[in-house]
Structures are given as structure tokens and as C-alpha cells.
């Protein structure tokens, strides 16, 4: 069965540093997501992404961080400088259309110290 | 401002038994309604959805009830297995975004 992938499955880093999660979605979906899950909270949605592009951005996703769709199969999410409050398990989606179900990656638990 | 809440944080039931879980949302302008099923270290599975132009869609031991006026959603599982067993999260949506639940711990008993 396809499977979205997730690297790392989890990154340490010191404040301030910047990250990069990847993600690889499924081939043929054309819909990308990032979520995160602060430990013991919701799951909160931060971006979508279609067509190259933002489509949709929460609150949460101020101007340090960012994503990019660098090559065909890749999906990342950048984190420019870090704080201790972005430690968090961060997860990628997709779906083939807005409107279906998405599947997600396991996730990668990243630390800031 | 939580759009979609899960009220009830954990649920035990004994095996064999129906499980039922709830969700409740405020917005009226959703649309499409999905559960969720996450284990501990992984990634949230999708389970079941359902649109708002149904109220019930079944899938093998799960089922989801919709009701509009309430603006409420229920998961049943029937028979609860031991792997049954995970935090199960409803969500929803009017568009590209999902909403999510706070989640609720089933554990079923053997």
C-alpha cells in the first residue's frame, strides 16, 4: 500500500538553529499537508500546498517557516529559527482530492533544546 | 476556539462490546467529517468519513453518524477488538483545512 515518508523520524536541534523536515507523499496525489501535535494537544493544521503553491495557511505559520516542493517526489518543511515552543511531532499529508481523506506520515518528533 | 471538540478524553469498554464515541462541532458551514485512528509513535490513519448530505456511513465494524441539527457525530465500533485499542480523533472540514478534535483514549478490555 502507498505510504506517505517521513525524514527524520526525529531531529534534535538548539534554538534558533533552522530545519528541515521531509516529507515524500504519494506519487500520485496532488495535495500536501504539514500538521503538528504539541505533546498532549491537538493535532493543528499549519499549511497546504497545491499546484505549487500555498493554498491554505493557519496562524501558526508565520514567516519562519516555510515549504517547498523542490523536485517531483520531495516535500519540506523549513523552519528558519527555532524556538523551544516548535518542539513538536510534525506531520506530512496527502490526498489524491481536497475533498478525500488523507494519508499521513508517521510523523517526525522534532526537539528543540 | 475549538471548532470541533471531543469531550470525553478516554473510554474503556470490554471487549466484544460497542464502542461509541463523540464529537461535537460549532460551525454549520462543514461539510465533510472524518475519524481518524492514531497509535502512540505513529502518524494519524484515516478510518471513515462521511458527507453532510448523509447521516450514517457504515464500513465493516465501523460506523459514523451524522446529525446536522445536533451538529454531532458519532463512531461506533462493533464488535471492540484489543487492537481496537488507540486514541481516535474526529475532524472536519469546509474546504481545504480539517479541524481536529482534541481526541479520545479508547483502551477495550479482553
Known amino acids: 500500500e502507498p505510504e506517505v515518508t517521513q525524514t527524520p523520524s526525529h531531529q534534535v536541534t538548539q534554538m534558533g538553529q533552522e530545519v528541515i523536515l521531509r516529507c515524500v507523499p504519494i506519487s500520485n496525489h496532488l495535495y500536501f499537508y504539514w500538521y503538528r501535535q504539541i505533546l498532549g494537544q491537538k493535532v493543528e493544521f499549519l499549511v497546504s500546498f497545491y499546484n505549487n503553491e500555498i493554498s491554505e495557511k493557519s496562524e501558526i505559520f508565520d514567516d519562519q517557516f516555510s515549504v517547498e516542493r523542490p523536485d517531483g517526489s520531495n516535500f519540506t518543511l523549513k523552519i528558519r529559527s527555532t524556538k523551544l515552543e516548535d518542539s513538536a511531532m510534525y506531520f506530512c499529508?496527502?490526498?489524491?482530492?481536497?475533498?478525500?481523506?488523507?494519508?499521513f506520515g508517521s510523523g517526525t518528533r522534532l526537539t528543540v533544546v | 476556539d475549538q471548532q470541533v471538540k471531543q469531550n470525553s478524553p478516554s473510554l474503556s469498554v470490554q471487549e466484544g462490546r460497542i464502542s461509541i464515541l463523540n464529537c461535537d462541532y460549532t460551525n454549520s458551514m462543514f461539510d465533510y467529517f472524518l475519524w481518524y485512528k492514531k497509535y502512540p509513535a505513529e502518524g494519524p490513519t484515516f478510518l471513515i468519513s462521511i458527507s453532510s448530505i448523509k447521516d450514517k456511513n457504515e464500513d465493516g465494524r465501523f460506523t459514523v453518524f451524522l446529525n446536522k441539527s445536533a451538529k454531532h457525530l458519532s463512531l461506533h465500533i462493533v464488535p471492540s477488538q484489543p487492537g481496537d485499542s488507540a486514541v481516535y480523533f474526529c475532524?472536519?472540514?469546509?474546504?481545504?483545512?480539517?479541524?481536529f478534535g482534541t481526541g479520545t483514549s479508547l483502551t477495550v478490555i479482553p
Open positions: 475532524a472536519a472540514s469546509a474546504g481545504n483545512q480539517f479541524y
Open positions: 499529508a496527502s490526498n489524491p482530492d481536497a475533498s478525500e481523506g488523507y494519508t
